[in-house]
């Protein structure tokens, strides 16, 4: 997936350069690039995309057509050029990418939390209560769960990943053993 990130990243820096200081807000741009993406990741619509009896124009009007409201200039120029340079399937790294230069500017960063039990909001805002401290940045949280950590989170923001999970800790005591 590395590479499509190197692919995407020129298309989001390009698109967040032009939209920066939009009236509409970045909040609302990551609201249609995340519409986008949901379109562009679909089995149909790539293989839509892929098909050769279809022009370029007919390929951005049936892209466009599937999103539920208005897109923008911009985001339909994006459009153009994704399908022009057959990287459609891109456009869900390109909101990846448009995300991250979003909380880089606000000063906020996505904190995933991986929890083995359903947390409750009181839980969740203690957890980032505490992240928040330790990183410095205004944390947004999303949160999964996943049984097979057996109890206890792991937490990724970033490039960091704090993980205080039993699978983890019985992982370490594995390795440690075989050592």
């Known amino acids: 997936m590395a590479e ?3 692919i995407a990243r020129p298309y989001a820096e390009a ?4 939209v920066r200081n939009d009236a509409q807000g970045l909040e609302s741009w990551s609201g249609v690039l995340s519409l ?22 007919q390929r951005v009007q049936l892209l466009t057509g599937l ?15 994704v399908v022009e340079n057959d990287r459609v399937q891109v456009l869900p ?9 979003r909380n880089r500017v606000e000063g906020t960063a996505l904190a995933r939390i991986t929890s083995a039990f359903p947390l409750d909001d ?5 957890l980032l209560q505490g992240l928040e401290r330790k990183f410095g940045l205004k944390l947004k949280s999303q949160v999964t769960v996943d049984p097979a950590l057996i109890g206890g989170v792991r937490v990724a923001v970033g490039d960091h990943v704090l993980d205080t999970s039993v699978q ?4 370490s005591l594995r390795d440690t053993l075989a050592a």
């Open 4 to 6: 499509l990130s190197t």
């Open 15 to 18: 698109l967040f350069e032009a």
């Open 36 to 57: 986008l993406a949901q379109v562009a990741s679909l089995p149909d619509v790539l293989e839509a995309m892929s098909d050769p009896r279809l022009n370029d124009a």
């Open 67 to 81: 999103v539920p409201q208005q897109l923008p200039s911009q985001a339909a120029n994006l459009v153009e050029l």
């Open 93 to 101: 790294q390109v909101a990846e990418q448009f995300e991250l230069l």
């Open 122 to 126: 009181a839980q969740v805002s203690s």
């Open 168 to 171: 983890a800790r019985l992982a």
